[in-house]
């Protein structure tokens, strides 16, 4: 199964961390100057908060025994193939690595504020699934991908830069975050039998297969529609480029759309980052020219 780690890091996931830290880097480049080092910094603060996140859910849905059933890629700690308390450490390194580049940040900006920020994205990635009363449990976590992965990390990845907010960061965070949300959506609704029979009541657990369906199109659906508001706002004719990205998302949709269960979802989460990793490319390189 070659490496354990990396197979637990969930590497299908990382452009959720990738894209928005691209597309704000891209912003503070339109707006004003980047300094490289913070770049790296704030790449270093969300690939480690992804994998972080990926080991705590691993951890915590594998002591619960939620993971006992699953058909999706396998997992560390209900496999067996890693000790629940080692999955547990590497969570902990991983948001540690996070805190202290994130820390180089704050003190960089001196926006001492950012220490809470930082704080609560730690906090919302272990308690997904962590703690007595996880969130994700309660069909939140899609709100907590969004303004994790979409707003905070995109309008945050422009602020270390600019050291202000702009519209522009806030406006490009809403279809990142739609494609993160988009890959958790797909995620639920692959896991929806085990999901109920475990009792963990997420959101594609409580809206249904055919809702949770519409809402992954409506996710992906949002990509050409902030792209037809960007042009329309005349930022640049160059943007019709995103427009290109648009047959991999009807590729990416189809299978939702078409009834695919189980294993059969399993590529179109590969696909809808893929999808996320493309936008965010274009979006950033046509953001910086």
């Known amino acids: 199964m070659g490496n354990a780690w990396v197979t637990g890091a969930r590497l299908r996931t990382l452009p959720a961390a990738v894209v928005p830290v691209v597309v704000g880097t891209a912003v503070a480049w339109r707006q ?52 629940a308390a080692a999955v547990k450490r590497a969570a902990f390194f991983c948001f540690a690595i996070a805190a202290v580049a994130g820390l180089t940040l704050v003190v960089a900006t001196e926006a001492w504020w950012l220490l809470g920020v930082g704080a609560a994205c730690i906090l919302a990635g272990w308690f997904y699934t962590g703690g007595s009363k996880p969130y994700g449990y309660a069909a939140l976590g899609e709100v907590a991908v969004f303004v994790f992965f979409g707003v905070v990390a995109t309008v945050g990845s422009a602020y270390v830069h600019l050291e202000k907010f702009t519209l522009l960061s806030l406006g490009v965070s809403i279809p990142v975050g739609a494609l993160a949300t988009a890959l958790l959506v797909v995620n639920n609704l692959r896991d929806i039998p085990t999901d109920t ?45 995103l427009f290109a990205v648009a047959p ?16 059969d979802l399993i590529p179109v989460l590969a696909g809808t980052g893929r999808v996320q990793l493309l936008y965010g490319v274009v979006l950033g390189a046509l953001l910086a020219s």
Do not use: E
């Open 32 to 83: 004003g100057d980047v300094i490289w080092w913070r770049a790296a910094a704030a790449m270093v603060v969300a690939l480690a908060i992804q994998v972080a996140t990926n080991y705590a859910n691993d951890y915590s849905d594998g002591i619960r025994g939620t993971d006992d059933a699953r058909v999706g890629p396998v997992r560390l700690v209900a496999s067996g193939l890693k000790p």
């Open 248 to 263: 991999f998302v009807v590729t990416v949709a189809r299978p939702v759309l078409g009834g695919a269960r189980g294993r």
């Open 197 to 241: 029979a475990a009792g963990k009541r997420t959101l594609a657990v409580r809206l249904g297969d055919a809702d949770t369906r519409m809402l992954y199109v409506i996710l992906v659906a949002v990509v050409p529609a902030v792209s037809a508001v960007i042009l329309a706002i005349g930022v640049s004719p160059r943007f019709l480029v």
